[in-house]
């Protein structure tokens, strides 16, 4: 996808934000119900949420996170020991220019059995190729570790190498919000170039925290 320095006319800019006003307004009922109710996330919204990063993280490539160049991203296969958990690769370029390939991987779930098992299963995620992985979850952090005392801390320890990424409304609405606009572009009459010249001077982007979080975990803590 292209993009162009100058800014958006009155026009394109008057009907893309309107496009992200609209499906902002009818995402976050929704949303509001999947917060307060932990229970309720589920396979759809694991699908949905990584779909959503997967977009904005793409429309970043070439940019930089405090440093961090935004390279390139992969899709992982869906079979496989990881058993289609690993949703899929970012690479990045650190400041001391070495490579690092990010897994990505959306666990909304609040079965203990579920989040127990995949946390197991993630423990070898290097063996994809990978130097992290970023978990994201909704909830708390330490709650998880008190629910899931024996894997979590190993998967999050040093050695192993996992980062823990809380999901905030703000910032998945903004996600899946974005993900809306392109999905029901035609029905707003409205142009991808137009929508990601929005979202590169908006800078909506660039400064999620959810965004900023999964980049700056590709910074890699080498264990003592």
Same mark, same amino acid.
């Given at each position: 996808?292209?993009?162009?320095?100058?800014?958006?006319?009155?026009?394109?800019?008057?009907?893309?934000?309107?496009?992200?006003?609209?499906?902002?307004?009818?995402?976050?009922?929704?949303?509001? *119900?999947?917060?307060?109710?932990? !229970?309720?996330?589920?396979?759809?919204?694991?699908? &949905?949420?990584?779909?959503?990063?997967?977009?904005?993280?793409?429309?970043?490539?070439?940019?930089?996170?405090?440093? $961090?160049?935004?390279?390139?991203?992969? &899709? #992982?296969?869906?079979?496989?020991?990881?058993?289609?958990?690993?949703?899929? %690769? #970012?690479?990045?370029?650190?400041?001391?220019?070495?490579?690092? *390939? !990010?897994?990505?991987?959306?666990?909304?779930?609040?079965?203990?059995?579920?989040?127990?098992?995949?946390?197991? !299963?993630?423990?070898?995620?290097?063996?994809?190729?990978?130097?992290?992985?970023?978990?994201?979850?909704?909830?708390?952090?330490?709650?998880?570790?008190? &629910?899931?005392?024996?894997?979590?801390?190993?998967?999050?320890?040093?050695? $192993?190498?996992? *980062?823990?990424?809380?999901?905030?409304?703000?910032?998945?609405?903004? $996600?899946?919000?974005?993900?809306?606009?392109?999905?029901?572009?035609?029905? *707003?009459?409205?142009?991808?170039?137009?929508?990601?010249?929005?979202?590169?001077?908006? =800078?909506?982007?660039?400064?999620?925290?959810?965004? =900023?979080?999964?980049?700056?975990?590709?910074?890699? =803590? %080498?264990?003592?």
């Amino acid at each position: 996808m292209t993009s162009s320095n100058s800014p958006l006319s009155n026009s394109d800019l008057r009907v893309v934000t309107t496009a992200f006003a609209v499906e902002r307004q009818v995402l976050t009922p929704e949303l509001s *119900h999947l917060f307060a109710n932990p !229970l309720a996330w589920g396979n759809d919204d694991k699908q &949905r949420i990584a779909a959503g990063l997967l977009l904005c993280l793409s429309l970043t490539i070439g940019q930089t996170i405090n440093e $961090i160049e935004i390279e390139r991203l992969e &899709r #992982l296969p869906a079979t496989g020991r990881d058993r289609g958990l690993i949703d899929f %690769k #970012l690479i990045c370029r650190l400041p001391d220019l070495r490579q690092v *390939h !990010l897994g990505i991987c959306v666990l909304p779930f609040s079965d203990l059995d579920v989040v127990n098992e995949a946390c197991n !299963l993630l423990l070898v995620y290097k063996d994809f190729g990978l130097d992290r992985l970023c978990l994201i979850r909704q909830g708390n952090l330490m709650t998880d570790v008190d &629910r899931v005392p024996m894997c979590l801390p190993k998967l999050l320890s040093a050695d $192993i190498g996992g *980062h823990f990424i809380a999901l905030k409304f703000k910032d998945l609405l903004t $996600i899946l919000t974005t993900l809306s606009v392109f999905q029901h572009k035609q029905q *707003h009459q409205i142009a991808n170039d137009t929508i990601f010249n929005y979202l590169l001077h908006s =800078k909506q982007l660039i400064e999620n925290e959810l965004i =900023k979080g999964i980049v700056m975990a590709a910074q890699v =803590k %080498k264990s003592h």
